[in-house]
C-alpha cells in the first residue's frame, strides 16, 4: 500500500499540471495509468516507487534524475516531447501558490549559489566546457559555436544560421579595418576569427577554460591571420588595455548575479571613450528568477539567466549608455533542436568515451532548454553598449538584414569603410549599405528578419 501512495502523489500533482494533451504511466507493477486527454500523448515507464515519490516531491530535481538513472524511460513518444508537453503545461499553471513559494525560496539564495570569485569561475568553466571536444563535434555546427543562432528563415540550417549570428554581431559593432577588438569569453575561437579575417580587425579572446584556449590557439596558429588575432586564458577581472569594441557571447549567464555591476564597470573601464560594446546572453522575459536546480548541479554551476530589470542598473551605474537592445524569441528554441537532433543522431559514437547516465543527462539537458525556451520565457537579449550617445547611428538602417541562400555558410567579407558615421551624418535616411554594414550583394536579401 504504501509503496503505491508514491505513485498516487505523483498522479496527483499531474493531474493539477496537465490540462493539454496527456501523459501515461506504467508503475513497476506495469499498470497503466493516463492523466489528461488527447494529444499530444507521451508514455513512460517507471521502474521504482521510490521514483514516483521523489519526483512528485522534489521535480525540479528528481525528474531529470530518474532519466539519467533510467528508472525513468520513455515508451512512447521521445524525451523531447515529455519535457515539452510538461513545461506547456507548466506555463498553464503561473501563479500556482506551490510554484510562487518555491521560486521564492530559490530567489532569497541566488546570492550564495552564484557567489563566483575568480578560483570558483574557474571551476564552473572546467565542469562543462573542459569535456572532451569530442562531445561537442557530435551536434556543433564546425566553427564550434556553442550559442544562440540566427534564424532568419525557418529553412535554415545550422550552419547558415551560424554564420548569420556572427554576421548579425559585426554588424552592430560597427567595425573599422585596424580596430581593437576583446571577446570576453571566446569560446573555441570561431567569432575572433571570424572578425578577424573579414572586417581585418585586431582582436584579442580571453576564456576561462583550457581546452577551449587551447583549441583556439591552435586555429588562431594556421588561421594564416596570427598576427592579428590571440587568445588567452584569463578571466575578465583582469584584463587590460583598452579596446576599440568589445563582445562578449554567451559568457554573461556565468558572472553571477552579485558580480554584475563588477563586469559592467570592467567593461567600461577597457572601452575607449568612442567605443561600441555588445553583450549577447540568455535572459528571462518574466522577471527575475533563481537557476534551475538540475541544471545548477549538472550542467552549469553558478549559471543564472537574468532579468532586464536586473541588468540595466548595473549598466547605468557604470556610466554606459545603452544604445540598442535586441529581443531574440525562439531563435534558442530552433538551435537547441537542431543540437539535440544531431546528438541523439550522434550518441552511439559517445560510448567509448562516457557512460549511459552522462548521455542521458546531455540529451535531457537540451531537450529540457529547447522546451524552456518555447514556454518558460527565456530569451536572448543582445545589449549595445556606448560611452557616448552618439557613438552609433541613430536608427537600425546600418543593419543589412540580408540573408543567405540555403546551403551557404560564410556570409562574405565585412566592409571597412568608415563603418561609423560621424554625428552630422546620424539623420541620413538612406545610408550606403556598404558603408554600415557587410557587403549585401553577397548574400540576397528578401526574407523578413522576423524573430
Not at 26 to 41: F, K, M, Q
Request: some cysteine; glycine content about 8%; aromatic content about 8%.
Amino acid at each position: 500500500m504504501g509503496e503505491r501512495w508514491n505513485l498516487w502523489l505523483l498522479l496527483g500533482l499531474l493531474r493539477q499540471i496537465i490540462r493539454v494533451g496527456s501523459l501515461t504511466i506504467i508503475d513497476p507493477a506495469g499498470e497503466y495509468h493516463t492523466v489528461g486527454r488527447g494529444e499530444p500523448s507521451v508514455t513512460v515507464r517507471i521502474s521504482r516507487w521510490r521514483t514516483a515519490q521523489r519526483i512528485a516531491l522534489n521535480p525540479d530535481m528528481a525528474f531529470g534524475e530518474a532519466f539519467m538513472d533510467g528508472t525513468l524511460r520513455v515508451e512512447k513518444g521521445d524525451v523531447a516531447g515529455l519535457l515539452d508537453l510538461c513545461l506547456k503545461n507548466i506555463a498553464l499553471q503561473k501563479g500556482h501558490w506551490i510554484q510562487r513559494i518555491r521560486q521564492q525560496v530559490r530567489h532569497a539564495l541566488r546570492r550564495i549559489a552564484q557567489h563566483n570569485p575568480v578560483a570558483v569561475a574557474r571551476a564552473n568553466v572546467a565542469h562543462h566546457y573542459d569535456l572532451s571536444d569530442r562531445l561537442y563535434e557530435l551536434f556543433l555546427d564546425a566553427d564550434k559555436q556553442y550559442s544562440c543562432a540566427y534564424f532568419r528563415s525557418p529553412d535554415d540550417s545550422l550552419e547558415v544560421a551560424q554564420a548569420q549570428k556572427k554576421r548579425h554581431i559585426a554588424e552592430k559593432l560597427l567595425l573599422r579595418a585596424g580596430q581593437t577588438v576583446l571577446d570576453i569569453g571566446s569560446g573555441w575561437g570561431g567569432l575572433a576569427l571570424y572578425l578577424a579575417e573579414h572586417a581585418r580587425v585586431d582582436v584579442t579572446g580571453i576564456t576561462l577554460s583550457t581546452r577551449q584556449h587551447e583549441y583556439a590557439a591552435k586555429r588562431a596558429a594556421e588561421s594564416g591571420i596570427p598576427a592579428r588575432v590571440r587568445f588567452h586564458l584569463q578571466d575578465y577581472r583582469h584584463a587590460t588595455n583598452t579596446y576599440d569594441r568589445i563582445v562578449s557571447v554567451g559568457m554573461f549567464e556565468h558572472v553571477g548575479v552579485g558580480h554584475y555591476r563588477e563586469y559592467f564597470r570592467k567593461i567600461a573601464s577597457l572601452l575607449t571613450d568612442e567605443g561600441v560594446a555588445l553583450v549577447h546572453t540568455i535572459g528571462a522575459a518574466d522577471g527575475p528568477g533563481a537557476a534551475h536546480p538540475w541544471i545548477e548541479r549538472y550542467i552549469f554551476p553558478g549559471g543564472y539567466t537574468p532579468a532586464l530589470s536586473e541588468i540595466v542598473p548595473m549598466i547605468e551605474q557604470a556610466g554606459l549608455c545603452i544604445t540598442d537592445i535586441e529581443v531574440l524569441r525562439l531563435h534558442y528554441a530552433e538551435t537547441l533542436k537542431a543540437w539535440r537532433q544531431r546528438f541523439v543522431a550522434n550518441r552511439h559514437k559517445l560510448e567509448p568515451i562516457y557512460d549511459d547516465r552522462f548521455c542521458r543527462m546531455w540529451e535531457f539537458y537540451l531537450a529540457g532548454c529547447e522546451a524552456a525556451f518555447r514556454h518558460s520565457g527565456l530569451v536572448v537579449f543582445q545589449i549595445q553598449l556606448a560611452k557616448r550617445i552618439d557613438a552609433v547611428p541613430i536608427t537600425r538602417d546600418y543593419l543589412t538584414h540580408s540573408s543567405c541562400p540555403s546551403g551557404a555558410s560564410d556570409l562574405g567579407e565585412i566592409s571597412v569603410h568608415s563603418m561609423t558615421p560621424q554625428p552630422t551624418e546620424f539623420l541620413s535616411s538612406s545610408p550606403d549599405p556598404a558603408a554600415v554594414g557587410l557587403d549585401p550583394t553577397q548574400c540576397p536579401s528578401g526574407y523578413p528578419g522576423h524573430h
